[in-house]
Structure formats: structure tokens, C-alpha cells
């Protein structure tokens, strides 16, 4: 390789370095430290039932004629896009 138009770098010199700001030392990983967290919840108090008043309008049961089936309803407003939703849809017992 041919060197002779590279020209070389400035060395630093005492006075450039008394002239920098001090630089901060960095963490070694970003994983040195924690970060700060809430204080943690119980399963208990994440998981709590909430009652379906502060959600729906109404709830009934809906019974299918000549058989044994219930279907637990609970409906909200009166007009707009149906939502539908089955919770178990998979269970067989």
C-alpha cells in the first residue's frame, strides 16, 4: 500500500487535554444497573375482579329453547358496531 499522500494526525498535547471538558465515566453495560420500578403488586391486587357495572349496561342470562344451554349476556349501548365475544368457546365439558 502506498503511503506517501497520508499525511499524519495531530498527537494531542498536554494543553488540548487540560482544555477538554471532563468526561463523565460511562457504565460498562447498560445492564450495570437497575432501573427504578414502581413498587411491585401482588397477584391479588393485578388480578382483582372488576364489576361489570362500570362496563356494561345490562346483564342476563339467555336461555335456548328446548335445550339445557345458558348463555351469560352482557350488552352495552343501543346502536353502533356489534362486538361479540366468547370466553370458554373451546371447552367441551
Known sequence: MDTSNLTSLPEDTLEDNE???PQQPRPLSAFAS????PPTQTSSQKYSALDWKGFF???EDIRIPDSDDVF???TAGTEGPVVFCLHGGGYSG
Do not use: G, I, S
Not at 34 to 37: E, K, L, Y
Open 19 to 21: 482544555q477538554r471538558a
Open 34 to 37: 437497575r432501573p427504578d420500578r
Open 57 to 59: 349496561d345490562q346483564e
Open 72 to 74: 351469560h349476556v352482557y
